[in-house]
């Protein structure tokens, strides 16, 4: 069996995984990175660049390239809740160079990253392999399995980081404890052509017994229709016909082209998970991002926490790695450091869910309106907080890793 040795075994080439590659490897770290697709050209990942994440990338001197990139700016956020309108983010009092939320697929963002990790000889990425297990010396990980094309290899690392998303199987393997906190939703996901007329903002309503989200993907939109928790089969045995009046009566401006959801493979179920692990580390390896901590789609933040939980281990793990003492400590550091921003943001979620989300998804018919809190954050001295933790969240890092 072939092997091989590194520094860093990074696991899954998400936001979180490939952010902290580029970091390790620009800070001179061997890093292998293993992502088990062969491409990152898959549409049900979320497509939000935060403008904390804008301002990394101007820390790092790629602000500039990274917005050749063809993507929409939202400066502004709101919702339609019943009859009530709700801004839940304005942009523009932000201080940080790009004052909105970049909307760009989230496989050129990945590419990006990538390719700026490819410029450093220390990093590898290693598309079509698949971790499939730990491998352990005396309680100790120092390394993983992972099956490719060309048959199954060992890597071998000091230290192994599980960004491999909510589904974990390093997590799994590493008999991690979750705490599950729930979630009455899942998500049906499809493409509806954009017309000339259309707004070009984020597009949210919330009705009885119904929600949906229209993100602006310049020719298309892309739409959330978020269904109560474990309904799918429920809406697809009613059929397509009805599922596309349910579409056209949340969004009527779409409804001349509804036709083109003609099949039940254009419409992909996103089942919503939230929870988090207890303890994220054990000697020899450590989980971030959604593996720590699987974030609800609410807010559209899990992509910008993944990023922050990944610059700040590198933040903490670039010099002990290049030293080669990283200890139970270091790894301890990480998860003292992200644990707060995790718990606040998840906390908030829960508190959209069960005051917002489930109430609107389970009432039949009645008049909604938007919860007390959300109409309070409509307030002149108020209204910038929405806007703040949704473009920052709590804790934001900066990058502190050297770049060698
Ligand atoms: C319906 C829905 C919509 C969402 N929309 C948004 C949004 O608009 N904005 C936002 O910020 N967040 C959104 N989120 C949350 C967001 O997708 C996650 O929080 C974020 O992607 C986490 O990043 P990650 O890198 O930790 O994990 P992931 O993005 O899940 O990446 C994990 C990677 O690991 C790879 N992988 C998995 N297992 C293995 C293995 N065994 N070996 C090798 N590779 C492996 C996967 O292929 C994947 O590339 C949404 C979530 C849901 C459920």
Redesign the pocket.
């Known amino acids: 069996m072939t092997e091989i040795k590194t520094t860093c075994c990074v ?8 952010m902290l590659g580029f970091l390790l490897a620009r800070a001179g770290v061997r890093v292998v990175l ?4 062969e491409d ?1 050209l ?1 549409d ?5 660049v ?1 403008p904390s994440t804008l301002e990394l990338m101007h820390e790092l001197g790629l602000l500039d390239e990274f917005l050749k990139i063809p993507h929409s700016a939202v400066r502004q956020m709101s919702m339609q809740i019943g009859h009530d309108h709700i801004t839940i983010g304005h942009f523009e009092h932000l201080p940080v160079q790009c004052k909105f939320i970049a909307l760009m697929p ?1 496989w050129d963002f ?1 590419n990006f990253l990538a390719d700026h990790g490819r410029r450093y000889p220390s990093f590898t990425l290693r598309m079509r ?4 297990d730990l491998i352990l010396d005396n309680g100790r990980v120092t390394g993983v399995r ?1 099956k490719t094309p060309d048959g199954e290899i060992e890597i071998r690392a000091d230290l192994t980081v599980g ?8 997590r799994e393997r590493a008999g991690f404890s979750v705490e599950n906190l729930h979630a009455p939703m899942d ?1 049906m ?1 499809f493409r509806v052509s954009r017309s000339n007329n259309d707004p070009a903002d984020v597009v949210a309503h919330v009705e009885s017994g119904r929600m949906m989200v229209m ?1 602006n993907r310049n020719d298309y939109w892309q739409c ?1 229709f978020v269904i109560p928790k474990g309904t799918a089969d429920k809406v697809r045995h009613a059929g397509l016909d009805r599922f596309r009046t349910s579409v056209g009566e949340i969004a009527p401006m779409l409804r001349g082209r509804l036709h083109e959801i003609d099949s039940w493979d254009k419409v992909k179920l ?4 939230v929870d988090r692990l207890r303890q994220w580390y054990r000697p020899g390896l450590i989980c ?4 720590a901590h ?4 609410i ?8 990023v922050q ?1 990944a610059v700040a281990s590198a933040n903490i793990l670039a010099e002990p790695l290049r030293q080669g003492r990283v200890t139970i400590g270091t790894l301890k550091q990480i998860q003292e450091r992200r644990n707060f921003p995790t718990r606040v943001t998840q906390r908030l979620q829960i508190l959209m869910q069960n005051n917002l989300i489930g109430p609107a998804l389970a009432s039949e018919g009645a008049q909604l309106h938007a919860p007390w809190f959300m109409k309070m954050m409509q307030l002149p001295l108020l209204r910038r907080i929405p806007g703040r933790l949704l473009a920052f969240g709590v804790r934001p890092e900066h990058i502190h890793s050297p770049s060698a």
């Open positions: 696991v899954g080439g998400g936001p979180a995984g490939m293993l992502e088990k697709h990152f898959r049900f990942r979320g497509d939000t935060h989230q990945l392999n698949e971790a499939t992972a960004c491999d998303g909510r589904h974990s199987i390093l998500v996901w993100l959330a996103l089942t919503v998970e971030i991002g959604d593996a699987a974030m609800s789609p807010g559209g933040v899990g992509i910008n926490l993944a939980d």
